[in-house]
Protein backbone atom coordinates (compact mmCIF):
# COMPACT_ATOMS: atom_id res chain seq x y z
CA UNK A 1 0.00 0.00 0.00
CA UNK A 2 1.35 3.40 -0.76
CA UNK A 3 2.38 6.11 1.59
CA UNK A 4 0.34 9.15 1.88
CA UNK A 5 3.15 11.55 1.04
CA UNK A 6 3.63 9.18 -2.36
CA UNK A 7 -0.45 9.69 -2.52
CA UNK A 8 0.11 13.26 -2.52
CA UNK A 9 3.05 13.20 -4.69
CA UNK A 10 1.28 11.26 -7.37
CA UNK A 11 -1.65 13.67 -6.80
CA UNK A 12 0.40 16.66 -7.24
CA UNK A 13 1.59 15.19 -10.47
CA UNK A 14 -1.75 14.53 -11.92
CA UNK A 15 -3.10 18.05 -10.82
CA UNK A 16 -0.39 19.61 -12.59
CA UNK A 17 -1.12 17.55 -15.77
CA UNK A 18 -4.33 18.87 -15.54
CA UNK A 19 -3.82 22.45 -14.49
CA UNK A 20 -1.78 22.82 -18.10
CA UNK A 21 -4.97 21.29 -19.97
CA UNK A 22 -7.03 23.61 -18.49
CA UNK A 23 -5.13 26.72 -18.60
CA UNK A 24 -4.84 26.11 -22.72
CA UNK A 25 -9.03 25.89 -22.44
CA UNK A 26 -9.39 29.62 -20.99
CA UNK A 27 -6.69 31.92 -20.85
CA UNK A 28 -8.92 34.51 -19.69
CA UNK A 29 -10.45 32.79 -17.03
CA UNK A 30 -7.44 31.67 -15.45
CA UNK A 31 -6.38 35.56 -15.49
CA UNK A 32 -9.00 36.12 -13.62
CA UNK A 33 -8.21 33.27 -10.91
CA UNK A 34 -4.90 34.62 -10.42
CA UNK A 35 -5.51 37.78 -9.89
CA UNK A 36 -8.58 37.24 -7.37
CA UNK A 37 -6.19 34.98 -5.51
CA UNK A 38 -3.35 37.68 -5.38
CA UNK A 39 -6.16 40.05 -3.43
CA UNK A 40 -7.05 37.34 -1.23
CA UNK A 41 -3.51 36.63 -0.48
CA UNK A 42 -3.02 40.34 0.73
CA UNK A 43 -5.91 40.27 2.95
CA UNK A 44 -4.51 40.09 6.53
CA UNK A 45 -5.33 36.45 7.97
CA UNK A 46 -8.27 35.61 10.63
CA UNK A 47 -7.88 33.53 13.20
CA UNK A 48 -10.45 30.85 12.46
CA UNK A 49 -12.87 29.97 9.36
CA UNK A 50 -16.08 29.15 9.88
CA UNK A 51 -17.37 26.56 7.07
CA UNK A 52 -20.72 25.35 6.99
CA UNK A 53 -21.67 21.27 7.07
CA UNK A 54 -21.60 19.31 3.52
CA UNK A 55 -24.38 17.56 2.75
CA UNK A 56 -24.07 14.20 1.58
CA UNK A 57 -25.62 13.32 -1.75
CA UNK A 58 -26.71 10.09 -3.33
CA UNK A 59 -26.08 9.39 -7.26
CA UNK A 60 -29.39 10.55 -9.77
CA UNK A 61 -31.21 8.50 -11.86
CA UNK A 62 -30.17 10.41 -14.86
CA UNK A 63 -26.55 8.77 -14.25
CA UNK A 64 -25.34 12.27 -12.90
CA UNK A 65 -24.15 12.83 -9.23
CA UNK A 66 -27.26 14.21 -7.64
CA UNK A 67 -27.72 17.12 -6.00
CA UNK A 68 -28.59 18.09 -2.32
CA UNK A 69 -30.61 21.25 -1.59
CA UNK A 70 -27.52 23.78 -0.76
CA UNK A 71 -26.96 27.14 -2.43
CA UNK A 72 -23.48 27.64 -0.66
CA UNK A 73 -21.43 29.34 -3.60
CA UNK A 74 -17.74 29.89 -1.77
CA UNK A 75 -14.33 30.09 -4.31
CA UNK A 76 -11.76 31.29 -2.03
CA UNK A 77 -9.45 29.17 -0.23
CA UNK A 78 -9.12 29.69 3.59
CA UNK A 79 -5.84 31.92 3.92
CA UNK A 80 -5.66 31.73 7.70
CA UNK A 81 -1.91 31.16 8.96
CA UNK A 82 -0.66 31.18 5.68
CA UNK A 83 2.54 32.55 6.48
CA UNK A 84 2.88 30.73 9.73
CA UNK A 85 3.03 27.81 11.75
CA UNK A 86 -0.07 25.36 11.77
CA UNK A 87 -1.64 24.82 14.79
CA UNK A 88 0.25 20.96 16.21
CA UNK A 89 -1.98 18.21 15.38
CA UNK A 90 -2.06 14.79 17.17
CA UNK A 91 -1.71 11.35 15.24
CA UNK A 92 -5.19 10.84 15.02
CA UNK A 93 -6.30 14.17 14.07
CA UNK A 94 -3.74 13.65 11.19
CA UNK A 95 -5.35 10.00 10.63
CA UNK A 96 -8.93 11.63 10.59
CA UNK A 97 -7.90 14.80 8.05
CA UNK A 98 -5.98 12.04 5.90
CA UNK A 99 -9.70 10.39 5.52
CA UNK A 100 -11.10 13.73 4.81
CA UNK A 101 -8.45 14.67 1.96
CA UNK A 102 -9.42 11.40 0.23
CA UNK A 103 -13.39 11.67 0.43
CA UNK A 104 -12.61 15.20 -0.63
CA UNK A 105 -10.86 14.42 -3.78
CA UNK A 106 -12.81 11.33 -4.72
CA UNK A 107 -15.92 13.75 -4.60
CA UNK A 108 -14.06 16.22 -6.77
CA UNK A 109 -13.11 13.34 -9.05
CA UNK A 110 -16.10 12.16 -9.52
CA UNK A 111 -17.42 15.21 -10.46
CA UNK A 112 -14.83 15.60 -13.21
CA UNK A 113 -15.41 12.35 -14.08
CA UNK A 114 -18.80 12.91 -14.80
CA UNK A 115 -19.22 14.64 -18.61
CA UNK A 116 -22.23 16.75 -17.77
CA UNK A 117 -21.60 18.32 -14.66
CA UNK A 118 -17.43 18.81 -16.25
CA UNK A 119 -18.99 20.22 -19.22
CA UNK A 120 -21.51 22.76 -17.53
CA UNK A 121 -19.99 25.95 -15.67
CA UNK A 122 -16.34 24.57 -16.41
CA UNK A 123 -15.00 27.42 -14.70
CA UNK A 124 -16.33 26.18 -11.19
CA UNK A 125 -14.99 22.97 -11.88
CA UNK A 126 -11.34 24.52 -12.77
CA UNK A 127 -11.87 26.14 -9.23
CA UNK A 128 -12.34 22.86 -7.29
CA UNK A 129 -9.74 21.27 -9.23
CA UNK A 130 -7.23 24.13 -8.10
CA UNK A 131 -8.78 24.09 -4.55
CA UNK A 132 -7.73 20.59 -4.02
CA UNK A 133 -4.39 20.75 -5.50
CA UNK A 134 -3.73 24.01 -3.04
CA UNK A 135 -5.22 21.45 -0.06
CA UNK A 136 -2.97 18.56 -1.04
CA UNK A 137 0.11 21.09 -1.04
CA UNK A 138 -0.95 22.54 2.51
CA UNK A 139 -0.94 18.82 3.91
CA UNK A 140 2.52 18.18 2.25
CA UNK A 141 3.59 21.48 3.97
CA UNK A 142 2.24 20.20 7.40
CA UNK A 143 -0.17 23.34 7.38
CA UNK A 144 -2.70 20.64 8.94
CA UNK A 145 -5.27 23.85 9.84
CA UNK A 146 -5.44 25.32 6.69
CA UNK A 147 -5.77 22.04 5.09
CA UNK A 148 -8.87 21.24 7.75
CA UNK A 149 -10.82 24.52 6.75
CA UNK A 150 -10.30 24.33 3.18
CA UNK A 151 -11.33 20.78 2.66
CA UNK A 152 -15.12 21.15 3.86
CA UNK A 153 -15.41 24.23 1.69
CA UNK A 154 -14.65 22.11 -1.39
CA UNK A 155 -17.00 19.57 -0.77
CA UNK A 156 -19.67 22.56 -0.40
CA UNK A 157 -18.75 23.78 -3.28
CA UNK A 158 -19.28 20.49 -5.29
CA UNK A 159 -22.48 20.07 -3.71
CA UNK A 160 -23.48 23.66 -4.64
CA UNK A 161 -22.30 23.18 -8.36
CA UNK A 162 -24.42 19.76 -8.36
CA UNK A 163 -27.31 20.98 -7.15
CA UNK A 164 -27.12 24.53 -9.54
CA UNK A 165 -26.34 22.24 -12.34
CA UNK A 166 -29.80 19.73 -11.65
CA UNK A 167 -31.83 22.94 -10.73
CA UNK A 168 -30.72 24.38 -14.15
CA UNK A 169 -32.02 21.72 -16.49
CA UNK A 170 -35.06 20.46 -14.47
CA UNK A 171 -35.99 24.21 -14.05
CA UNK A 172 -36.15 24.57 -17.89
CA UNK A 173 -38.14 21.49 -18.24
CA UNK A 174 -40.76 21.98 -15.93
CA UNK A 175 -40.89 25.62 -18.44
CA UNK A 176 -40.97 24.00 -20.83
CA UNK A 177 -43.87 21.23 -20.02
CA UNK A 178 -46.06 24.65 -18.61
CA UNK A 179 -45.59 26.04 -22.32
CA UNK A 180 -46.30 22.71 -23.93
CA UNK A 181 -49.65 22.25 -22.14
CA UNK A 182 -50.46 26.01 -22.81
CA UNK A 183 -50.03 24.70 -26.55
CA UNK A 184 -47.28 27.53 -26.68
CA UNK A 185 -45.21 25.30 -29.44
CA UNK A 186 -42.52 28.57 -29.93
CA UNK A 187 -42.00 28.59 -25.73
CA UNK A 188 -42.02 24.65 -25.01
CA UNK A 189 -39.15 24.45 -28.13
CA UNK A 190 -36.88 26.41 -26.36
CA UNK A 191 -36.94 25.64 -23.12
CA UNK A 192 -36.60 22.23 -23.86
CA UNK A 193 -33.45 23.02 -26.28
CA UNK A 194 -32.19 24.59 -22.77
CA UNK A 195 -32.69 21.61 -20.94
CA UNK A 196 -30.98 19.78 -23.82
CA UNK A 197 -28.38 22.13 -23.93
CA UNK A 198 -27.87 21.71 -19.99
CA UNK A 199 -28.56 17.73 -19.84
CA UNK A 200 -28.97 15.84 -23.71
CA UNK A 201 -29.78 12.55 -22.30
CA UNK A 202 -32.69 13.73 -19.56
CA UNK A 203 -35.67 11.53 -20.53
CA UNK A 204 -38.36 13.61 -20.12
CA UNK A 205 -36.78 16.28 -22.23
CA UNK A 206 -36.03 13.59 -24.77
CA UNK A 207 -39.73 12.17 -24.81
CA UNK A 208 -41.04 16.28 -25.08
CA UNK A 209 -38.35 16.76 -27.76
CA UNK A 210 -40.51 13.51 -29.97
CA UNK A 211 -43.50 15.16 -28.95
CA UNK A 212 -42.91 18.86 -30.35
CA UNK A 213 -41.84 17.23 -33.64
CA UNK A 214 -45.00 16.10 -34.01
CA UNK A 215 -47.41 18.80 -31.93
CA UNK A 216 -48.16 20.71 -34.70
CA UNK A 217 -49.46 17.04 -36.50
CA UNK A 218 -51.40 16.71 -33.16
CA UNK A 219 -53.10 19.91 -32.70
CA UNK A 220 -54.90 19.85 -36.31
CA UNK A 221 -55.78 16.33 -35.61
CA UNK A 222 -57.23 18.02 -32.17
CA UNK A 223 -59.71 20.43 -33.78
CA UNK A 224 -61.00 18.20 -35.70
CA UNK A 225 -61.87 15.85 -33.05
CA UNK A 226 -63.47 18.70 -31.54
CA UNK A 227 -65.93 19.30 -34.95
CA UNK A 228 -66.38 15.50 -34.90
CA UNK A 229 -67.56 15.85 -31.34
CA UNK A 230 -70.20 18.66 -32.42
CA UNK A 231 -71.05 15.87 -35.19
CA UNK A 232 -71.87 13.53 -32.70
CA UNK A 233 -70.06 10.96 -35.09
CA UNK A 234 -67.99 8.47 -32.55
CA UNK A 235 -66.92 6.92 -35.15
CA UNK A 236 -65.08 9.67 -36.81
CA UNK A 237 -63.64 10.83 -32.75
CA UNK A 238 -62.13 7.54 -32.15
CA UNK A 239 -60.31 7.16 -35.64
CA UNK A 240 -58.95 10.72 -34.77
CA UNK A 241 -58.29 9.91 -31.28
CA UNK A 242 -56.41 6.62 -32.60
CA UNK A 243 -54.06 8.50 -35.08
CA UNK A 244 -53.12 10.92 -32.14
CA UNK A 245 -52.12 8.03 -30.03
CA UNK A 246 -50.22 6.64 -32.80
CA UNK A 247 -48.13 9.89 -33.38
CA UNK A 248 -47.70 11.13 -29.75
CA UNK A 249 -47.88 7.77 -27.30
CA UNK A 250 -47.50 10.17 -24.34
CA UNK A 251 -50.86 12.06 -24.88
CA UNK A 252 -52.59 10.49 -21.69
CA UNK A 253 -55.75 12.87 -22.73
CA UNK A 254 -56.11 11.37 -26.31
CA UNK A 255 -55.58 7.91 -24.63
CA UNK A 256 -58.37 8.70 -21.94
CA UNK A 257 -60.62 10.07 -24.51
CA UNK A 258 -60.26 7.12 -26.81
CA UNK A 259 -60.91 4.46 -24.12
CA UNK A 260 -63.91 6.75 -23.33
CA UNK A 261 -65.24 6.98 -26.50
CA UNK A 262 -64.14 2.81 -26.86
CA UNK A 263 -66.24 2.16 -23.80
CA UNK A 264 -69.31 4.08 -24.57
CA UNK A 265 -69.16 2.75 -27.79
CA UNK A 266 -69.17 -1.34 -26.65
CA UNK A 267 -71.65 -0.63 -24.28
CA UNK A 268 -74.33 0.52 -27.07
CA UNK A 269 -73.40 -2.63 -28.83
CA UNK A 270 -73.82 -4.46 -25.79
CA UNK A 271 -77.29 -3.25 -25.48
CA UNK A 272 -78.19 -3.32 -28.84
CA UNK A 273 -77.24 -7.16 -29.16
CA UNK A 274 -78.93 -7.90 -25.63
CA UNK A 275 -82.64 -6.39 -27.10
CA UNK A 276 -82.20 -7.86 -30.05
CA UNK A 277 -81.74 -11.26 -28.43
CA UNK A 278 -84.84 -10.42 -26.26
CA UNK A 279 -86.89 -9.85 -29.16
CA UNK A 280 -85.78 -13.27 -30.97
CA UNK A 281 -87.05 -14.93 -28.26
CA UNK A 282 -90.35 -13.05 -27.70
CA UNK A 283 -90.80 -14.15 -31.85
CA UNK A 284 -89.78 -17.60 -31.02
CA UNK A 285 -86.34 -16.95 -33.34
CA UNK A 286 -84.31 -18.92 -30.94
CA UNK A 287 -81.21 -19.55 -33.85
CA UNK A 288 -81.11 -15.65 -33.79
CA UNK A 289 -81.52 -15.02 -30.29
CA UNK A 290 -78.43 -17.17 -29.62
CA UNK A 291 -76.68 -15.39 -32.03
CA UNK A 292 -77.12 -12.17 -30.63
CA UNK A 293 -76.31 -13.40 -27.44
CA UNK A 294 -72.64 -14.69 -28.45
CA UNK A 295 -72.27 -11.15 -29.68
CA UNK A 296 -73.24 -9.81 -26.32
CA UNK A 297 -70.94 -12.57 -25.27
CA UNK A 298 -67.96 -10.90 -27.24
CA UNK A 299 -68.29 -7.46 -25.62
CA UNK A 300 -69.19 -8.50 -22.01
CA UNK A 301 -68.92 -12.12 -20.93
CA UNK A 302 -69.50 -11.58 -17.41
CA UNK A 303 -72.50 -8.84 -17.15
CA UNK A 304 -74.90 -10.00 -15.24
CA UNK A 305 -77.81 -9.04 -17.45
CA UNK A 306 -76.25 -11.08 -20.33
CA UNK A 307 -76.55 -14.59 -17.81
CA UNK A 308 -79.85 -13.77 -17.09
CA UNK A 309 -81.32 -13.51 -21.03
CA UNK A 310 -78.92 -16.34 -21.45
CA UNK A 311 -81.27 -18.48 -18.72
CA UNK A 312 -84.09 -17.06 -20.59
CA UNK A 313 -83.22 -18.32 -24.05
CA UNK A 314 -82.26 -22.24 -22.32
CA UNK A 315 -86.22 -21.79 -20.62
CA UNK A 316 -88.03 -21.11 -23.75
CA UNK A 317 -85.59 -23.85 -25.71
CA UNK A 318 -86.61 -26.21 -23.09
CA UNK A 319 -90.26 -25.51 -23.79
CA UNK A 320 -89.81 -25.47 -27.14
CA UNK A 321 -88.34 -28.90 -26.94
CA UNK A 322 -90.76 -30.40 -24.55
CA UNK A 323 -94.09 -28.40 -26.42
CA UNK A 324 -93.20 -30.31 -29.80
CA UNK A 325 -91.80 -33.71 -27.84
CA UNK A 326 -95.79 -33.60 -26.43
CA UNK A 327 -97.37 -33.29 -29.83
CA UNK A 328 -95.46 -35.89 -31.43
CA UNK A 329 -95.97 -38.63 -28.41
CA UNK A 330 -99.77 -37.38 -28.75
CA UNK A 331 -99.56 -38.34 -32.31
CA UNK A 332 -97.69 -41.87 -31.65
CA UNK A 333 -99.89 -42.18 -28.69
CA UNK A 334 -103.34 -42.40 -30.72
CA UNK A 335 -101.23 -44.35 -33.03
CA UNK A 336 -100.88 -46.94 -30.44
CA UNK A 337 -96.94 -46.95 -31.21
CA UNK A 338 -95.90 -46.93 -27.49
CA UNK A 339 -92.28 -48.18 -28.49
CA UNK A 340 -91.81 -44.84 -29.80
CA UNK A 341 -93.82 -42.86 -27.23
CA UNK A 342 -90.73 -43.92 -24.75
CA UNK A 343 -88.15 -42.86 -27.27
CA UNK A 344 -89.89 -39.34 -27.36
CA UNK A 345 -90.31 -39.27 -23.80
CA UNK A 346 -86.81 -40.08 -23.41
CA UNK A 347 -85.34 -37.83 -25.09
CA UNK A 348 -87.24 -34.97 -24.27
CA UNK A 349 -87.14 -35.90 -20.70
CA UNK A 350 -83.09 -35.53 -20.98
CA UNK A 351 -83.61 -31.92 -21.64
CA UNK A 352 -86.54 -31.36 -19.22
CA UNK A 353 -86.03 -34.32 -16.49
CA UNK A 354 -88.97 -32.60 -14.34
CA UNK A 355 -91.53 -32.56 -16.65
CA UNK A 356 -94.37 -34.16 -15.20
CA UNK A 357 -96.34 -34.90 -18.51
CA UNK A 358 -92.97 -36.36 -19.78
CA UNK A 359 -92.33 -38.59 -16.99
CA UNK A 360 -95.87 -39.86 -17.27
CA UNK A 361 -95.95 -40.79 -20.59
CA UNK A 362 -92.61 -42.39 -20.28
CA UNK A 363 -94.12 -44.47 -17.05
CA UNK A 364 -97.29 -45.34 -18.98
CA UNK A 365 -95.25 -46.43 -21.83
CA UNK A 366 -92.54 -48.39 -20.27
CA UNK A 367 -95.57 -50.45 -18.45
CA UNK A 368 -97.60 -51.25 -21.99
CA UNK A 369 -94.11 -52.35 -22.62
CA UNK A 370 -93.51 -54.65 -19.78
CA UNK A 371 -97.18 -56.47 -20.24
CA UNK A 372 -97.50 -56.65 -23.83
CA UNK A 373 -94.23 -58.61 -23.73
CA UNK A 374 -95.42 -61.19 -21.31
CA UNK A 375 -98.48 -61.23 -22.76
CA UNK A 376 -96.88 -62.34 -26.08
CA UNK A 377 -94.06 -64.67 -24.55
CA UNK A 378 -96.92 -66.98 -23.29
CA UNK A 379 -98.44 -66.51 -26.36
CA UNK A 380 -95.31 -67.67 -28.49
CA UNK A 381 -95.10 -71.17 -26.30
CA UNK A 382 -98.82 -72.16 -25.68
CA UNK A 383 -98.13 -75.56 -24.59
CA UNK A 384 -96.36 -74.20 -21.21
CA UNK A 385 -100.20 -73.30 -20.61
CA UNK A 386 -100.86 -76.61 -19.22
CA UNK A 387 -98.90 -76.16 -16.82
CA UNK A 388 -100.88 -74.68 -13.52
CA UNK A 389 -97.74 -72.82 -12.54
CA UNK A 390 -97.29 -71.05 -15.88
CA UNK A 391 -101.16 -70.69 -15.76
CA UNK A 392 -101.03 -69.00 -12.79
CA UNK A 393 -99.01 -66.76 -13.77
CA UNK A 394 -100.41 -65.65 -17.11
CA UNK A 395 -103.78 -65.32 -15.59
CA UNK A 396 -101.16 -62.74 -12.82
CA UNK A 397 -99.72 -61.35 -16.98
CA UNK A 398 -104.16 -61.03 -17.86
CA UNK A 399 -104.61 -59.03 -14.58
CA UNK A 400 -101.68 -56.74 -14.80
CA UNK A 401 -103.19 -55.58 -18.54
CA UNK A 402 -106.62 -54.75 -17.09
CA UNK A 403 -105.60 -51.26 -16.30
CA UNK A 404 -104.15 -50.32 -19.03
CA UNK A 405 -106.35 -51.81 -21.40
CA UNK A 406 -107.60 -47.95 -21.85
CA UNK A 407 -104.26 -46.99 -23.56
CA UNK A 408 -103.67 -49.46 -25.75
CA UNK A 409 -106.17 -51.58 -28.06
CA UNK A 410 -102.87 -53.60 -29.29
CA UNK A 411 -102.26 -54.77 -25.55
CA UNK A 412 -106.23 -55.22 -24.94
CA UNK A 413 -105.69 -58.21 -28.39
CA UNK A 414 -103.24 -59.84 -26.24
CA UNK A 415 -104.60 -60.00 -23.16
CA UNK A 416 -107.96 -61.75 -24.95
CA UNK A 417 -105.39 -63.94 -27.00
CA UNK A 418 -103.77 -65.37 -23.65
CA UNK A 419 -107.31 -65.59 -21.98
CA UNK A 420 -108.49 -67.72 -24.41
CA UNK A 421 -105.73 -69.50 -25.17
CA UNK A 422 -105.70 -70.13 -21.16
CA UNK A 423 -109.39 -70.87 -20.80
CA UNK A 424 -108.63 -73.71 -24.12
CA UNK A 425 -106.02 -75.23 -21.68
CA UNK A 426 -107.93 -75.18 -18.39
CA UNK A 427 -111.25 -76.98 -20.33
CA UNK A 428 -111.92 -80.14 -18.86
CA UNK A 429 -110.90 -83.57 -20.84
CA UNK A 430 -112.37 -87.03 -20.69
CA UNK A 431 -110.53 -89.63 -19.09
CA UNK A 432 -111.27 -93.33 -19.20
CA UNK A 433 -109.75 -95.17 -16.11
CA UNK A 434 -109.55 -99.30 -16.21
CA UNK A 435 -108.74 -101.37 -13.32
CA UNK A 436 -109.70 -104.64 -11.96
CA UNK A 437 -112.23 -103.74 -9.46
CA UNK A 438 -109.12 -105.00 -6.59
CA UNK A 439 -107.35 -101.91 -6.89
CA UNK A 440 -107.77 -98.87 -4.84
CA UNK A 441 -107.19 -96.01 -7.46
CA UNK A 442 -106.47 -92.66 -6.42
CA UNK A 443 -105.40 -88.95 -8.60
CA UNK A 444 -102.84 -87.49 -6.74
CA UNK A 445 -103.81 -83.79 -5.58
CA UNK A 446 -107.17 -84.40 -6.74
CA UNK A 447 -108.77 -87.09 -4.88
CA UNK A 448 -109.66 -90.82 -4.27
CA UNK A 449 -111.21 -93.39 -7.19
CA UNK A 450 -111.99 -96.12 -5.18
CA UNK A 451 -111.87 -99.39 -6.87
CA UNK A 452 -113.18 -99.77 -10.03
CA UNK A 453 -113.46 -101.46 -13.24
CA UNK A 454 -114.10 -98.80 -15.19
CA UNK A 455 -114.56 -94.50 -14.98
CA UNK A 456 -114.56 -91.88 -16.67
CA UNK A 457 -113.04 -88.81 -14.82
CA UNK A 458 -112.97 -84.92 -16.05
CA UNK A 459 -109.58 -83.57 -15.59
CA UNK A 460 -108.26 -79.96 -16.57
CA UNK A 461 -105.57 -80.27 -19.02
CA UNK A 462 -102.22 -80.67 -17.03
CA UNK A 463 -99.92 -83.69 -15.65
CA UNK A 464 -101.36 -86.09 -13.08
CA UNK A 465 -100.46 -89.22 -11.20
CA UNK A 466 -102.97 -92.29 -10.25
CA UNK A 467 -101.22 -93.83 -7.64
CA UNK A 468 -103.04 -97.90 -7.39
CA UNK A 469 -102.85 -99.92 -3.98
CA UNK A 470 -103.66 -103.91 -3.62
CA UNK A 471 -102.93 -105.71 -0.35
CA UNK A 472 -100.07 -108.09 -1.12
CA UNK A 473 -99.41 -106.26 -4.63
CA UNK A 474 -96.42 -103.88 -5.04
CA UNK A 475 -97.90 -100.13 -5.52
CA UNK A 476 -98.06 -98.83 -9.09
CA UNK A 477 -98.05 -94.89 -10.06
CA UNK A 478 -98.91 -93.96 -13.63
CA UNK A 479 -98.51 -90.70 -15.05
CA UNK A 480 -100.39 -89.29 -17.83
CA UNK A 481 -100.12 -85.75 -19.45
CA UNK A 482 -103.99 -84.56 -20.15
CA UNK A 483 -104.19 -82.65 -23.29
CA UNK A 484 -107.25 -81.66 -25.16
CA UNK A 485 -105.54 -82.60 -28.10
CA UNK A 486 -105.35 -86.12 -27.38
CA UNK A 487 -108.87 -86.77 -25.77
CA UNK A 488 -110.39 -89.23 -24.81
CA UNK A 489 -106.96 -90.26 -22.98
CA UNK A 490 -107.40 -93.95 -21.38
CA UNK A 491 -105.65 -95.17 -18.18
CA UNK A 492 -105.00 -98.60 -17.06
CA UNK A 493 -104.04 -99.05 -12.87
CA UNK A 494 -103.79 -102.31 -11.95
CA UNK A 495 -101.51 -103.60 -9.15
CA UNK A 496 -99.75 -106.35 -11.01
CA UNK A 497 -96.68 -107.78 -8.90
CA UNK A 498 -96.88 -109.81 -6.23
CA UNK A 499 -94.70 -109.12 -2.56
Same mark, same amino acid.
Given at each position: ???? %??????????????????????????????????????????? #???????? =????????????????????????????????????????? &???????????????????????????????? @????????????? @????????????????????? %???????????????????????????????????????????? *???????????????????????? +???????????? *???? &??????????????????????????????????????? !????? *???????????????????????????? *????????? @??????????????? &??????????? %??????????????????? +??????????????????????????? +?? %???? =? !???????????????????????????????????????????????????????? #????????????? +????????????????????????
Amino acid at each position: MTTL %DEQIQGEQRAQKSRWFRYAGISTGVVFAIGLAWGVVLMLPASS #THEVAPVT =PFPAASTGVISAAPTGVTLSAAPTGALGGESTPFSAEDRSR &LQQLLSETNNQVNALVADPLLNAWQQATVFQL @QTDMQQAYQWYGQ @QKYAETAALLPVIQQQAQAHI %DAFHAAYQQAHSAAMQAFAQADLAQATIHNNRTLAIHPQYPPAV *QLQQRLAVAADVQVLWEQVRVAEL +ENNTAKQQTLLT *QISQ &LDAADAHAQARLASLKGASQQQAFQRALTQAITAIENQR !YADAR *QALTVAKGIAPNRPELQEIQQQLARAEQ *QEVVQSALE @QINVFRAADEWPTVL &LLANKALSVAP %DHPELQQARQVAEQIAAVS +EKLARFLRQPERLTDSNIQQLAAQAIT +EA %DALN =P !YSAKLATLQTQLHAQLTIKQQPVAVRITSDNRTTIRVLGVGNVGEVKEKTLQLAPG #TYQFEGVCKGYRT +EIVTVAVHADNAPIDVAVHCKVRI
